[in-house]
């Protein structure tokens, strides 16, 4: 069984309280829950997190080497400026997806740039909460197809 950790950054604790028709009626407990089932039918065993702070989600991601497999991570604004954050996904050298559930290609101009997207194997966006579950089939794929190699 491999194992993944779900990383949400800053205000996504938010979701399903404020701006529906950007992000979405769900609340992160309801999205968590539909990943952490959709995960369990993939063989995937699915860790959740948010923290609302740059250090606490670079620990997260620190700790999840040796812990985890993969990581699964909506950075919300840090995506568009956190060196530090790139940095740490590069430092751990797990196979993470990017996700965010509004197309940031499509919005104001400083969503465009993702300094996460650099250590990535993928970036999903604009397909609201089901992106998280697009990116646990992308990830879990990934996964297989290492452990076939190995
Ligand atoms: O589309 C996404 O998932 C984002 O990562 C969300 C971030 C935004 O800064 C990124 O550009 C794109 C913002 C998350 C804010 O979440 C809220 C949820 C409900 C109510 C208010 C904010």
Partial sequence: MSSVLLLN???????GTRQPEVYGAQTLGMVEKQCEAHAADLGVALT???SNHEGALIDAIHSARGAHDGIIL???????????LMDALFSVALPAVEV???NIHAREEFRHRSYISRAV?????GFGS?????????????????????
């Fill in 9 to 15: 950054g800053p205000n996504l604790n938010l979701l």
């Fill in 48 to 50: 959740c997190v948010q």
């Fill in 74 to 84: 909506n950075a919300g604004a840090y995506t568009h400026t956190s060196i530090a």
């Fill in 100 to 102: 965010h559930l509004s």
């Fill in 121 to 125: 194997i993928g970036q999903i966006c």
């Fill in 130 to 150: 089901q992106g998280y579950l697009f990116a646990i089939d992308a990830l879990a794929a990934h996964l297989q197809r290492e452990a076939k190699t190995e």
